[in-house]
């Protein structure tokens, strides 16, 4: 089965962030997307909220409950007591835990499963107690060790991290590469029974090496280079409609 598309809205939410103005709308965004295929919406709010807010999360749980109920909402942070408040109020079907900073700009690695390992076990353990699936953020060379602590924490899944990967866009040689290496990390969950999710800098470009590297993929999120096509490939739309507009 190929590997499911949940489309990352945290970079429309930016665009909407820079006016005051409801537009682009997240929710109308995320509609779309699903109207599209995309089998589900990930978000990653923020402590400063400087792209999802934290009051667009019952929007979105709405709009699949209504309108898409075999949807999927994922939900990504750093668990702080208030991220862990926030999911729980808003019932994803799968979160993603990721070791961010707050300070931190991006997602730029995966967790050290060894030295978190208490501390993601008590996370873990409080979300499936909601039945909500948790995902882990995996550095690309976790290997066997790392997906073996992984495993421990009793988490569904891990999450690669694909920045390395993406950030090869120039060098197919280098790109080949570090799909080999997030294929032996992939191989190692597998092996445990822990299912695979991707993210983080995935392209139409970058995707089908990665897909081939790890045929079992459960679920790629993609957010930045999605967002940046449908900018691209929708912009003749808009500039005729706006021409349209002028001539009225
Ligand atoms: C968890 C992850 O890989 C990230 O890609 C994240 O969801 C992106 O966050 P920003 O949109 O804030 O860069
Ligand atoms: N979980 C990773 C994710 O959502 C990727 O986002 P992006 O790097 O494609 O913006």
């Not at 997307?33 to 929007?59: M, N, W, Y």
């Not at 967790?111 to 993601?120: I, K, P, R």
């Not at 866009?169 to 597998?190: M, S, W, Y």
């Amino acid at each position: 089965m190929p590997a499911k598309l949940s489309v990352n809205l945290n970079a429309v939410a930016m665009l909407r962030n820079r006016r005051d103005l409801p537009w682009p709308s997240v929710t109308g965004l995320g509609r779309i997307a699903l109207q599209s295929g995309a089998h589900g919406l990930t978000v990653h709010p923020r402590p400063d909220q400087r792209h999802i807010r934290f009051s667009d999360l019952p929007e979105l749980r709405a709009l699949i409950d209504d309108e898409f109920p075999d949807a999927e909402f994922n939900i990504e942070g750093y668990p702080t007591p208030e991220f862990l408040d926030l999911v729980e109020a808003n019932e994803p079907n799968q979160v993603t835990l990721v070791p961010d900073h707050p300070a931190q700009a991006t997602s730029d690695h995966g967790w050290d499963f060894a030295l978190q390992a208490n501390f993601l076990r008590d996370c873990v353990q409080r979300l499936k107690a909601r039945r909500i699936r948790v995902s882990l953020f995996a550095d690309p060379d976790a290997g066997d060790a790392g997906v073996e602590q992984a495993m421990r924490t009793g988490a569904d899944r891990i999450e690669l991290y694909t920045g390395p990967y993406g950030a090869c866009h120039d060098d197919p040689a280098r790109a080949a590469e570090q799909a080999e290496i997030l294929g032996r990390t992939a191989d190692a969950a597998v092996a445990r029974g822990l299912g695979v999710n991707a993210g983080h800098d995935l392209t139409v470009d970058n995707l089908p090496m990665l897909v081939r590297r790890v045929p079992n993929l459960a679920e790629v999120s993609i957010g930045h280079g999605l967002t940046a096509d449908a900018l691209e490939y929708g912009m003749a739309g808009a500039v005729h409609r706006f021409l349209r507009a002028c001539e009225s």
